[in-house]
T-cell receptor
Framework: ETGVTQTPRHLVMGMTNKKSLKCEQH?????MYWYKQSAKKPLELMFV???????ENNSVPSRFSPECPNSSHLFLHLHTLQPEDSALYLC????????????FGPGTRLTVL | SQQGEEDPQALSIQEGENATMNCSYK?????LQWYRQNSGRGLVHLIL?????REKHSGRLRVTLDTSKKSSSLLITASRAADTASYFC???????????FGSGTQLTVLP
C-alpha cells in the first residue's frame, strides 16, 4: 500500500463513451502525475501537476483531459477514445516536483472497444 | 524519446541465486532510480542514486552507477520467489524535468 489509490481498477468503455479515472493520494504530496503503460512500451508521462497547476503536458491528445481540484486528487477525463488507448493508466505523486521518489497507485486497466 | 534501456529484457534464475540487471542511458543525468512492478500493479520505488554517487545499498539491493559509461546495474542478492517482477530504471535529466523510464527487465525467480 503506497498511499495512492486509483478507481476504478478496471474499465471497459466504447469509443463514444465518456468516463473518468480518479486518483487520490494520502501522503501530503504537492505533485501528481498521470502515466500510460502500454504493452511492450516504456512508461509514458502524460501530465504533471504541481500545487494544482499543470506544469507538463507531453503532447497528449485532447481526448484525454486532466483535472486537479486540489493537491490530493487528480482526475483523467476520457472521451471518444480509440482502441489504441487501451493500457494501464498509472497515477503517481511526489513530495514536490523534484523528480526524486515517486509513489504510484495500482493503476486502472482500461480497455477501449 | 527513451532514455533508459534495460538489459536483459528477461531473466530467469533459481531461488537463492543473485540477479543482475543493467541499464544504459544516453544523456547526462541528475539521478537514476530503480522501480519494481508486480504484474499489472503500480510501480514501487526501490532506490535512487545521484550522479555524484557510485554505489548504494538497500537491504539485498546493490546499485552501481558509472557515469562515464552512462550505465547502472541493479544487483539483487539471495533472490526469493517474491522478487519475481519487472524492474525498471528511470532517469532524471536537468533539461527534461521528468522521469524517463526504460522498457524494463522481467525477472522470474523459480522456487
Amino acid at each position: 500500500e503506497t498511499g495512492v489509490t486509483q478507481t476504478p481498477r478496471h474499465l471497459v468503455m466504447g469509443m463514444t463513451n465518456k468516463k473518468s479515472l480518479k486518483c487520490e493520494q494520502h501522503l501530503g504530496h504537492n505533485a501528481m502525475y498521470w502515466y500510460k503503460q502500454s504493452a511492450k512500451k516504456p512508461l509514458e508521462l502524460m501530465f504533471v501537476y504541481s500545487l494544482e497547476e499543470r506544469v507538463e503536458n507531453n503532447s497528449v491528445p485532447s481526448r484525454f483531459s486532466p483535472e486537479c481540484p486540489n493537491s490530493s486528487h487528480l482526475f483523467l477525463h476520457l472521451h471518444t477514445l480509440q482502441p489504441e488507448d487501451s493500457a494501464l493508466y498509472l497515477c503517481a505523486s511526489s513530495q514536490t516536483e523534484s523528480y526524486n521518489e515517486q509513489f504510484f497507485g495500482p493503476g486502472t486497466r482500461l480497455t477501449v472497444l | 524519446s527513451q532514455q533508459g534501456e534495460e538489459d536483459p529484457q528477461a531473466l530467469s534464475i533459481q531461488e537463492g541465486e543473485n540477479a543482475t540487471m543493467n541499464c544504459s542511458y544516453k544523456t547526462s543525468i541528475n539521478n537514476l532510480q530503480w522501480y519494481r512492478q508486480n504484474s499489472g500493479r503500480g510501480l514501487v520505488h526501490l532506490i535512487l542514486i545521484r550522479s555524484n554517487e557510485r554505489e548504494k545499498h538497500s537491504g539485498r539491493l546493490r546499485v552501481t552507477l558509472d557515469t562515464s559509461k552512462k550505465s547502472s546495474s541493479l544487483l539483487i542478492t539471495a533472490s526469493r520467489a517474491a522478487d519475481t517482477a519487472s524492474y525498471f530504471c528511470a532517469t532524471v535529466t536537468g533539461s527534461a524535468r521528468q522521469l524517463t523510464f526504460g522498457s524494463g527487465t522481467q525477472l522470474t525467480v523459480l522456487p
